[in-house]
């Protein structure tokens, strides 16, 4: 049987509604280490001939064997293996990759194939072609002859046993024109079948055997009287020695499957995906932009609620869990929600204070704002009328000075204590204790310095200034929530410590008790006032971190989705734009996964290069807040960890499916796409 030997293969193409018959019948042998021209009209089906003699695309019917084999019905990786292995490809419009240097496109079949001692050989053969000092040109550095040239050692690096070549010099001048044909020639005398289709007779002319087709039918067949073996004689390079590599042995079976993935494909894989990003700057930035602020924001609210919760944490373990406090309003205004509200008094702060006999320490407390003035310094800053018990039940006995006394708010003394933030904004270095300032224009002494307590991540729980209750009430005239312009007679809120844990819900229940006598509630009424102890409190906090937390995750989710389409979008347009490409990385042996791995990883680097931007600028943006205004922010190693799986994550789902459309293309659809 001969070499290629082709029986009554037709092809049609589906045009609208009609059937488009291109090639009507051709039978055809060639013999190993022929010439072989094909020509004819514009429009007469050589293209589609080629096609299918080199396996990249399938006859409608007939039968076309390779080397012996019947290879009609190919699966499409079939076809790669085999083209990878034994087919070289020249074409009219050159198909380098662009951006890719000589040498890169030279080795890239052989990547597919799995070859090693790329470089050298890629060396060498840009050396035959007379390209030795042109390797690391890319293609819109060379002249049409030089890229045709790079094309044709493309061709030859992995060894092929024939090349099909269409229309070789159609967009060349004649001068370069002869030099790819001498080109061919040599590599025909090295023993390699050579399958050059052209319309122009004098190019024809430097072929062995000349075959016309007209409207898809052979309608002559001949040998060409005019050649002559001397014309082959080679000008440049280093002779045949290079071409006629020894033979690769013929394929077993056309299951000639790919190896495992090697290194040298996902570094090819890589680099293309890196090229392609780097090719289109400013698109690969605004459509990573989605994921980059999704991830940013995640991260750095992340850090913020987790440092809130620290500081609110360590504050409530710092009380101790025996305190119960009362708030004047009802469970659902408690909650936020719209509710009753009542009044606190000094006489109802007496009362409960003997109400059970398990109650330690009592306190009122009455909260306002206040202008703080020192010499020529000045602060608005939060203040608090307290009892003296405050000191010991909420762990916050002044570590310079003292705290006020029993007498002190008895008599209504201007005494005051300060937090931290307050000392430094009003004193700097100089000792407060002893000195005198001005709350809202009236003179109070400072007695005493708080201990520092950090910042809650909503405000800063060292900017406080604490004053006896009475002082607050009589001198400060701070009016207690919901308690319009009556100054002086409500407190804000009561705390009762209790001697031990086990006498806090009887405490609790004498507390409502003695309320709800007090507000006259007939039964039917819910309480108009809350009474809480710190594990309802911390039960409370928890479940907003616990909200908090499911917001979040929505927001991520949302920012990932919206971040993950845009990703999308840009790989469907970087494959329709990059069609050609693909068609011609299969037509040299690439296989679908290989196709499919390439886009994957590009979408994947995309949406993880805008992760990784993402997550350090939440948490740069982080440390930042932390730093400059003061909130707690804590970054923790598992956010950023999951914001990095999920953005690359991201990548590959959204990935998918224009890399599975690229995988899916024909390599002649791909070639022929404008
Ligand atoms: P040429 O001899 O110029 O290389 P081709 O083989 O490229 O010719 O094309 C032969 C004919 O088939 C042309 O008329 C062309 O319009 C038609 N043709 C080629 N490819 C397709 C296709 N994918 N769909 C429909 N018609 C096609
Ligand atoms: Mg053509």
């Not at 929600?337 to 398990?358: A, K, M």
Request: charged share 20%; aromatic share 6%.
């Amino acid at each position: 049987m001969a070499f290629i030997e082709l029986k009554d293969i037709t092809r049609a193409y589906q045009v609208g509604g009609d059937k488009l018959v291109v090639l009507k019948g051709i039978n055809l042998q060639i013999e190993e280490g022929e010439f072989v021209a094909i020509m004819g009209p514009s429009g007469s089906g050589k293209s589609t001939l080629m096609q299918i003699l080199g396996l990249l695309d399938r006859p409608t019917s007939g039968k076309y064997f390779l080397f012996g084999r019947d290879v009609s019905r190919l699966t499409d990786d079939e076809g790669a293996a085999l083209r990878s292995k034994t087919i070289g490809f020249i074409f009219q419009m050159f198909n380098l990759l662009s951006r890719t240097s000589a040498m890169d496109n030279v080795i890239l079949p052989m990547i597919y194939a799995g070859a090693s001692n790329r470089e050298a050989r890629g060396r060498e053969l840009l050396e035959t072609v007379g390209l030795s000092d042109r390797m690391s040109h890319k293609p819109n550095e060379l002249s049409g002859g030089q890229q045709q040239r790079v094309a044709i050692a493309r061709a030859l690096v992995n060894s092929p046993r024939v090349i099909f070549a269409d229309e070789p010099t159609g967009n060349l001048a004649s001068d370069q024109a002869a030099d790819i044909l001498r080109q061919l020639k040599l590599m025909n005398r090295a023993g390699i079948t050579v399958i050059m289709v052209t319309h122009e007779p004098d190019i024809a002319a430097h072929a062995r055997r000349i075959i016309h087709i007209k409207d898809g039918q052979i309608v002559s067949d001949e040998v060409n009287e005019q050649f002559h073996e001397t014309d082959a004689a080679p000008s440049v390079g280093g002779g045949t020695a290079v071409l006629s590599a020894p033979k690769t042995a013929l394929p077993a079976q056309f299951k000639l499957q790919h190896g495992g993935l090697n290194a040298a494909e996902m570094s090819e894989y890589w680099a293309s995906a890196l090229r392609a990003i780097a090719a289109n700057k400013v698109r690969s930035a605004l459509s990573m932009l989605g994921i980059l602020i999704g991830v940013a924001a995640v991260i750095a609210m992340l850090a913020i609620g987790k440092g809130a919760q620290k500081a609110i944490e360590a504050r409530i373990s710092s009380l101790g869990s025996n305190l119960v406090m009362i708030f004047p309003f009802s469970q659902a205004a408690f909650h936020g929600g719209t509710g009753s509200y009542s009044r606190l008094t000094l006489q109802d702060l007496d009362d409960l204070s003997r109400v059970s006999p398990h109650i330690a320490a009592v306190d009122g407390e009455l909260r306002g704002t206040v202008q703080a003035v020192y010499k020529d310094k000045n602060a608005s800053t939060q203040a608090q009328g307290d009892l003296p018990a405050y000191a010991d039940m909420y762990a916050d006995v002044p570590y310079y000075g003292r705290f006020f006394t029993e007498a002190e708010n008895d008599s209504i003394a201007s005494v005051a204590v300060l937090g931290q933030t307050v000392v430094n904004e009003l004193f700097g270095k100089e000792n407060p204790v002893g000195k005198t300032i001005k709350l809202n224009r009236v003179a109070f002494k400072v007695i005493g310095i708080l201990p520092p307590k950090g910042s809650s991540g909503w405000r800063d729980q060292d900017d406080v200034i604490i004053v006896p209750l009475k002082t607050a009430m009589m001198r400060l005239g701070f009016t207690a929530w919901g308690s319009g312009n009556s100054r002086g007679r409500y407190l804000d809120t009561i705390s009762l410590e209790c001697d031990s844990p086990g006498s806090i819900g009887s405490v609790m229940k004498s507390v409502e008790t003695f309320l709800r006598a007090r507000h006259h509630l007939p039964s039917f009424q819910a309480d108009d006032f809350t009474v809480r102890n710190m594990a309802d409190i911390q039960a409370a906090l928890t479940g907003t971190t616990k909200t908090f937390t499911l917001l979040l995750g929505i927001v991520a989710a949302i920012s990932l989705l919206v971040g993950g389409i845009g990703i999308m979008n840009i790989m469907l347009v970087s494959v329709s734009e990059r069609t050609r490409e693909i068609g011609l990385r299969k037509a040299v042996g690439a296989a679908r996964r290989a196709i499919l791995i390439q886009f994957l990883l590009e979408s994947a680097v995309l949406s993880t290069l805008g992760g990784v931007i993402g997550i350090t600028l939440g948490v740069g943006f982080s440390l930042a807040l932390s730093h400059f205004a003061g909130w707690a922010a804590i970054v923790q190693p598992q956010a950023v960890l999951m914001a990095f799986v999920f953005s690359a994550g991201v990548g590959v789902l959204f990935g998918f499916w224009p890399a599975r459309k690229a995988s899916l293309l024909s390599p002649i659809e791909a070639l022929r796409y404008e």
